[in-house]
């Protein structure tokens, strides 16, 4: 079985950041592809970011220029750095995880941008 807990997420106010973090663990070999999502209230879950095995990422542009999708493949966290954040940014984001055995959802970390 493996598990991903997110964490890193809170109140920030507008132009702040945060790192989010996801770690995760339990039976795998590595992990091949990790990506961030996010969802609000009114709206379904979009992407946010995305990287593979071979470390090539991939935005959606309304976050383009402001977060980075990282790995630390012997820690087996992806991170999400967040800079410039703005009030649109507030949602819950969930980190996937693709592995050997299949993919994987965090249970979510709260992110409110707001003065």
């Known amino acids: 079985q493996v598990q991903v807990v997110e964490s890193g997420g809170g109140l920030v106010q507008p132009g702040g950041s945060l790192r989010l973090s996801c770690v995760t663990s339990?039976?795998?070999?590595?992990?091949?592809?990790g990506a961030w999502y996010r969802q609000t209230p009114t709206n379904s879950r979009e992407l946010v970011a995305t990287?593979?095995?071979?470390?090539?990422?991939n935005y959606a542009d309304a976050v383009k220029g402001r977060f980075a999708i990282s790995t630390d493949s012997a820690k087996n966290t992806v991170y999400l750095q967040m800079n410039n954040l703005k009030s649109d940014d507030t949602a819950t984001y969930y980190c996937?995880?693709?592995?050997?055995?299949?993919?994987?959802w965090g249970q979510g970390t709260q992110v409110t941008v707001s003065s």
């Open positions: 996937y995880v693709r592995v050997l055995s299949g993919d994987y």
């Open positions: 339990g039976t795998f070999y590595s992990i091949i592809d």
């Open positions: 990287i593979g095995i071979s470390g090539i990422t």
